[in-house]
């Protein structure tokens, strides 16, 4: 049985940072995409970083890129967001999310196939 367990989530300051992890299990993911969708109160799941697991090649939405930083550690098999200068409007729970497809199509939340039960990222003003 697949899962991917998030952890890191919590209330941080804003201009502060977490790191979120997603732990994986239930198969072998070497030919998935890898990455993090978030979803804020009364808005749509938005994609947030992808990576894939073989090679380690990243994507990110536009309000990540210079902030935020995915990576993986393949001997864990678990998937970490870096969030550095978070603002209040990253606050939302982050998902993550496994996609067994290309890099670049990791982008709509219908297209993957398996999620995590989501960790809250709270950042005040």
């Known amino acids: 049985q697949v899962q991917l367990v998030e952890s890191g989530g919590g209330l941080v300051q804003a201009g502060g940072s977490l790191r979120l992890s997603c732990a994986a299990s239930?198969?072998?993911?070497?030919?998935?995409?890898m990455g993090w969708f978030r979803q804020a109160p009364g808005k749509a799941r938005e994609f947030v970083a992808a990576i894939r697991w073989s090679g380690g090649r990243e994507n990110y939405a536009d309000s990540a890129k210079g902030r935020f930083t995915i990576s993986r550690d393949n001997a864990k098999s678990t998937v970490y967001l870096q969030m550095n200068g978070l603002k209040p409007e990253d606050t939302a729970v982050y998902y993550c999310a496994a996609f067994l497809g290309p890099l670049l199509v990791f982008r709509e939340e219908k297209d993957m196939d398996y999620w995590g039960k989501g960790t809250l990222v709270t950042a005040s003003s």
């Open positions: 239930g198969r072998t993911f070497n030919s998935y995409t």
